[in-house]
């Protein structure tokens, strides 16, 4: 089997920086033509100007993905420009700042889970819908976070959306499994992104000495793992959540 993406088409959300920029980067040296998706204008701008210099095909849709409307433009449009959508990866996301879970606003719970889970499945159903119309299947890829797969304290609602996301990724993978459409989700662990910065001056210091292998992620090699699971290569694999973590048993 091959990793190679020649001639399919790739959407990767939250693509401007970090996880997602590496994805778009790594898909388009393989091949794809990449939709790369961000409100960050000049960045996803500047990512696509990386992949056409690498020798790859790229295009950049600004997508606030808060907005269902928009993310199913971001799929119609995708179909236009490739022909069809091969690829959906459902990686934009935001932090938030710190707190127990008693101490969450209204107005907090309910942002963190309309970008970080409700916006996935949007993703996910207007990709579905999109590979179901053309019936030659596809891969989606979700991007979840260790947080989703136990207690995650003082990360507020973060943890309930991304183990919410993983569930959205199985229950979706066994019903569309038969259309040759396949569902899973990444689950990091910490990895040196923007939203570790976002978390305070000493943040870094106190997640390190909670990681086996004793150092953060790259985005690059989440990259890689997500790269694999939307290719060929993992043909037989729907329905998982990888972890990919550095050895971390609990956040």
């Not at 040296?29 to 056409?52: C, L």
């Not at 990444?186 to 004793?214: F, H």
Request: net charge negative; hydrophobic share 45%; charged share 15%.
């Amino acid at each position: 089997m091959t990793q190679s993406f020649s001639g399919k088409t790739a959407v990767v959300t939250g693509a401007a920086l970090g996880i997602g920029r590496e994805t778009a980067l790594l898909l388009g040296a393989r091949g794809a033509r990449v939709i790369v998706s961000d409100i960050n204008e000049d960045a996803g701008a500047a990512a696509v100007a990386t992949i056409e210099a690498a020798g790859g095909t790229a295009h950049f849709i600004r997508c606030d993905i808060g907005d269902e409307a928009q993310i199913q433009a971001l799929v119609e449009q995708a179909v236009t420009l490739g022909g069809r959508l091969d690829v959906m990866v459902n990686n934009a996301g935001i932090g938030g700042k710190p707190a127990p879970l008693h101490e969450v606003s209204n107005e907090q719970w309910d942002l963190i889970i309309r970008i970080d889970l409700t916006a996935v499945f949007w993703g996910q159903k207007y990709a579905t819908l999109a590979m179901l119309a053309d019936g030659k299947g596809g891969s989606i890829v979700n991007v979840a976070s260790i947080a989703g797969l136990g207690a995650a304290p003082t990360l507020g609602p973060y943890g309930p959306a991304k183990a919410g996301v993983i569930q959205l990724s199985q229950t979706g993978a066994v019903e569309v499994a038969r259309a040759g459409i396949r569902i899973n989700a990444v689950c990091p662990g910490w990895t040196d992104t923007a939203i570790i910065d976002n978390m305070g001056p000493d943040a870094r210091t106190k997640l390190l000495r909670g990681i086996p292998l004793g150092r953060m992620g790259q985005p690059a090699e989440i990259a890689e793992l997500i790269a694999f699971l939307a290719s060929d290569a993992a043909s037989f694999i729907t329905g998982v959540a990888y972890q990919i973590d550095g050895g971390i048993k609990s956040v």
